[in-house]
Each structure stands twice: as C-alpha cells, then as structure tokens.
C-alpha cells in the first residue's frame, strides 16, 4: 500500500515537474522582468499614436498603405530588431468614391450609408426602387424567386453585444451574402443594418463577396440610428422608396508586402514563434483599433524581448500582415511562402481584437506540450489573465497557418465596446487606453519568450484549427 501512495504521488506530480524543466530560474525570471517593464511602459501606445498620426487610414492598394510599409519597416529598425525583410503580397483593389442615399418618400430624408468593400456601383448615376424589409439572411433566402424584381432588399437583423465578440458570426452573414440573396430574388441592390453595436451615426463597412454566376447589384451598411428609421417607416405601412448613389468597384491588382522583424533565437534561430497584427484598415477611421492596436503591441513586445541580455533559444517573428480586411492575404501569402516550414513554427499568436485588456489565454499545442503551456499560463497570472483550456481559436491572419498544423495561441481582449468602433469612422486613438495597450504588450512579450524559450517542442496543433 505505501509503494502504490508512493507511486501516485510520483505520477501527480509529474505535470508540474515537467513544467519546471521547460523553463530554468534564468528565463522565469526573464519573464517577470518582461512583464514588469512592459506593464509600466511598453512604448505600445507610442507606436499606434504615431501610425494613427503620420499614416492615418490605410486601406490596401491606397498610397497611404505604402507609407505604412515603410512607416512599420522604420519602427522596426528603430526599435532594435535584428533583421527587417518585407515578403511580397498580391490582391485586387477596391476603390471607394462616393455613397449618398436618401428617403424619396413617402418621408423624404437623407440616410447615412457605406458602400460595403468589394462591392459595385449604380453604374454612374442614382438607383430609385422600393424597399422590401427582411429581418435576418435567412428570411431574405425564403422569398420567393423574382419577388424582389426591380427592388432593394434591405436586411434589418441587429448584432448583439458581448465580451467575446460572439454576436458577429451570426449577425455578418448578412453582410456577406446579403447581395448574393438578393440578386437571386432579382433585386436592384441590398442595404443591410450595420454589423455593429453602437448608436452612433457611424455605419460600419466590411468585405462583402460576389458568388459566381449571381448578378452583382451595389450593397451598402446603413448606420444603426438609419436602420432604425428606415424600418419604422415600413412599418407604417406605405411604400417607402429610396435612392442609391454609389460610386465604387475593382480597380486591377496591386501588390505589396508582409512587413517582418525579428528578433533572432541563441541557439534555434530557424524555429520561430509568431506574433503580430494586420497592418491595413478600412479607410473610414485612423484604424487605432483595427488594426493599428495589434501592431503596436506586438512590436513592442517584441522589441522588450530583444532588450534582455539573453536572446530568447529560438527567433521572435513579428508581422504586420498586408490586407486582412479584403480577404487575409497577408495571412494567405504568409501560409503559401512558409507551408513548408510548418515545423519550424513553434507557435503563432495574433492581436486582432481592439485595445481592450486580455482577460484570458487558450492554446491549441499537442497535447505532450500541456505542462508547458500550463507554465506559461501560470506567468500570465499576474496580469490579471486566466487560463481557459481547450478553448479559443487561431486569429485571422495566423489561421491558414494553424490550418496546416501550426500550433497557436490566443490571448483574448475584452471587446465589450470593439463592435461600436469597427469598420467605423469612429475607429479613433481616443478610443485607446494606454495602460491597457501596455498590459497586452506585457503579456505577448511574457507569452512570446517563454514560447520562445521553452525547452518542450510544441508538436502541431491538434487539431489545426484556425479562425477566417
């Protein structure tokens, strides 16, 4: 009886052994010197002050997303990293013009709209046509064929509000396939409520796609507010029409790059751990938020780690992706140039979720890897960030990485508040508190070097999933 208490008590505490082999006294308390500079000042807030200023909105394929690519490639540099390289990306371009809509009657008033991304125009001059109301995708695709001919379809479903951001999944469909729906019930064009939160004025714009062989008809966001008066109007029972004035549509191709710093590893300068964020936003707002946030983190973080006096045992790689708001092309070319190297990717992670402080951490590792992780999750503590396992999913741009076995992580932001900014022009460094941009650098320049640092290979995702 007392060799088999002996023996289980050896077994429990294997986990926690193993956890404390990963990482010696020398990293621990690397890690507790990262997250102590870090949370008292990062330099995070510094560098989305200065894209936001000197750069502003910098939606792909605009002149001002090539002034970011040099603004992230002279911050890089300046911050010390030990190698910059840019990593080439080619996707079409949308161009915006201008967007006026109004009510013909039977109230006449202007309406505040979006042309949503991707989408066509009115082919030079105003679209007049009745409005049908629909309250969700689905009851649009439930009308009858052609009983739309010659109308606008117009969604009114409203997103709802939560910490996790979980009410945009069910609410953007019909921001993506409100058009296509349409068209095959024969409408002129589609409007749809804004995928968004707020009560402001502000509608919120966002990618929208064309299915083969479907029509395309002009799609536009109408701000909450808007929504909100268009649907009383139907419900009084008279047919109300409106006009659509859009100018937009493709403008040929354009290609441009990842921006990449690194901070090179000791002894496994091949292996990496990646972080970062998108470098474009849509071009309504200064994209402090989305994504400017993400970029200013990560490259802070990144360059806390290479102040320490040890570099970390494998490479840092920090990346402001190209063009995730049309489509993850940053994140897709990424995928294509470096599908063979999977295994060297020793984890991924991505801050794309606002400026909101990160409340939890998820990973998805091989399972051999757990103890480690655990580790890990255990120096985030202190940050006010728990550990939730078996949760969570791979950011955008790192997804079609953990699509092919990438191992990754989240640290999830609080957006309580994301969904009143996004794809807005709202989107704002007002928005911003600097203490929370330095709790996030902390906590990706904790998670990043003990990634980097630990003696345990995190194997494949088990699972290989990302999110898109």
């Known amino acids: 009886m007392r060799h088999a208490l ?6 429990a505490a294997l986990p926690s052994f193993a956890a404390a082999q990963a990482f010696d006294s020398a990293a621990l308390a690397d890690a507790a010197k990262l997250r102590t500079q870090a949370d008292s000042d990062s330099g995070a807030y510094g560098l989305v002050e200065s894209l936001t200023t000197e750069v502003g909105p910098r939606m792909a394929g605009s002149p001002a997303f090539d002034r970011a690519v040099e ?9 010390g990293y030990d190698r910059v390289y840019l990593e080439p990306v080619t996707y079409p371009v949308w161009r915006r013009g201008h967007e006026r809509a109004e009510v013909l009657g039977p109230f006449p008033q202007r309406l505040i709209i979006t042309a949503l991304g991707g989408s066509v125009g009115t082919g030079g001059k105003p679209l007049d046509a009745e409005v049908v109301e ?3 995708l689905d009851a649009l695709k439930a009308a009858p064929d052609g009983s739309l001919k010659g109308k606008i379809a117009y969604i009114s479903n409203r997103m709802e509000r939560f910490k996790d951001g979980h009410g945009y999944g069910p609410a953007v469909a019909a921001r993506g396939g409100g058009a296509n729906e349409a068209s095959k019930k024969g409408a002129v064009a589609v409007v749809i409520r804004s995928i968004g939160t707020d009560s402001d004025r502000m509608p919120h714009t966002g990618m ?3 299915a ?9 966001a109408l701000s909450n507010p808007d929504a909100d008066l268009l649907s009383n109007m139907i419900r009084r029972g008279k047919p109300v029409k409106i006009r ?9 191709q354009k290609s441009t790059y990842n921006v990449i710093g690194e901070i090179r590893g ?10 970062g964020g998108h470098l474009d936003s849509w071009d309504l707002g200064t994209g402090a938020i989305d994504d400017g946030a993400g970029v200013a983190i990560t490259m802070a973080a990144g360059a806390l780690i290479g102040k320490l006096d040890r570099a970390p045992r494998r490479t840092i790689r920090v990346i402001a992706f190209a063009n995730e708001e049309q489509g993850l092309f940053g994140g897709r070319a990424y995928a294509q140039a470096h599908a063979a190297q999977v295994d060297a990717h020793q984890v991924g992670a991505e801050s794309d979720f606002g400026a909101g402080r990160i409340y939890a951490f998820s990973a998805g590792v091989d399972p051999a890897a757990r103890a480690t992780v655990d580790e890990i999750a255990k120096q985030l503590q202190p940050l006010g960030i728990e550990y939730r396992v078996d949760k969570g999913g791979a950011g955008p741009d790192i997804g079609p990485m953990a699509k092919l076995g990438m191992p990754w992580a989240q640290l999830a932001q609080d957006g309580t508040d994301y969904f009143d900014y996004h794809h807005t022009a709202n989107d704002t460094l007002d928005k911003i508190e600097p203490k929370a941009m330095d709790q996030q650098a902390a906590a990706y320049a904790v998670f990043a070097y003990l990634s980097a640092e630990s003696a345990a290979d995190f194997g494949r995702s088990p699972n290989g999933e990302g999110q898109e």
Do not use: N
């Open 244 to 252: 659509l004035d859009i100018d937009a549509g493709l403008d040929g």
């Open 134 to 136: 629909f309250a969700t």
């Open 71 to 79: 603004w992230a490639q002279g911050k890089f540099k300046s911050l």
């Open 6 to 11: 002996l023996a289980s008590l050896i077994l």
């Open 212 to 220: 083969e062989g479907v029509a395309k008809i002009p799609a536009a």
């Open 266 to 275: 000791r002894e496994l300068p091949d292996e990496v751990v990646v972080i």
């Open 208 to 210: 929208m796609r064309y």
